[in-house]
């Protein structure tokens, strides 16, 4: 990564993380949470039996719990990621209901170790901020852009931002390594991003 690119996506997330967690009221973040899993429902397509990777929320992330439950009333599998350190790729664990129940190596909330590992066919992905033409911008470590890398690697899996519409920028600064999402979801609308 370039020295520019890579002090413009330091930049941006700073500004990014810091107009997200203005949108700290909790009555606001549930309804905000309950709207964009009605526009996922509403949107996008999922059938019985799939893998559906969502995230435990923190430092003021949209929370994806509804949307999950939601998908596990249809028939769909939740399972929530688990890192086992930097560099190491991000593996996915059974977690019905969304709820993590344990930390991670790099601390984070997520499903215990033993619990069983399914590939996803649908990711929620958090970000910092988003764009238009389907870019994220995250929080450095490239775990999602690697994941979706390996995933797309064997078949088909949708990647969707999930996100405040707040959150939404011009332009994220992209290179060629940056994982493209094929929706955003906001509390506002679902965004397809087409080819």
Not at 15 to 25: C, P, Q, S
Not at 96 to 119: K, N, Q, R, Y
Not at 149 to 163: F, K, S
Request: proline share 7%; with cysteine.
């Amino acid at each position: 990564m370039s020295a520019t690119v890579a002090e413009a996506k330091r930049a941006l997330r700073r500004r990014a993380l810091a107009r997200r967690k203005k949108l700290n009221d909790p009555d606001v973040a549930k309804d905000a949470a309950a709207a964009a899993a009605a526009h996922l429902l509403r949107s996008i397509d999922t059938a019985p039996g799939q893998t559906v990777a969502g995230y435990a929320a923190m430092r003021g992330e949209i929370d994806p719990r509804p949307a999950l439950l939601a998908l596990e009333v249809k028939g769909c599998r939740t399972v929530l990621p688990y890192t086992t350190g930097r560099g190491e790729p991000l593996r996915f664990l059974e977690a019905p209901g969304g709820v993590a129940g344990s930390i991670d190596a790099l601390g984070i909330a997520a499903p215990p170790a033993s619990a069983t590992e399914h590939d996803p066919d649908l990711l929620l992905v958090p970000l910092a901020a988003f764009d238009k033409r389907g870019y994220r911008l995250g929080y450095g470590g490239g775990f999602y852009d690697a994941a979706l890398a390996r995933l797309r690697a064997g078949g088909p899996v949708t990647a969707v931002g999930w996100a405040f519409a707040a959150q939404e920028v011009e332009a994220v600064p992209a290179e060629p390594h940056d994982a493209r999402l094929d929706w955003i979801v906001t509390e506002r609308e679902a965004i397809y991003i087409s080819g």
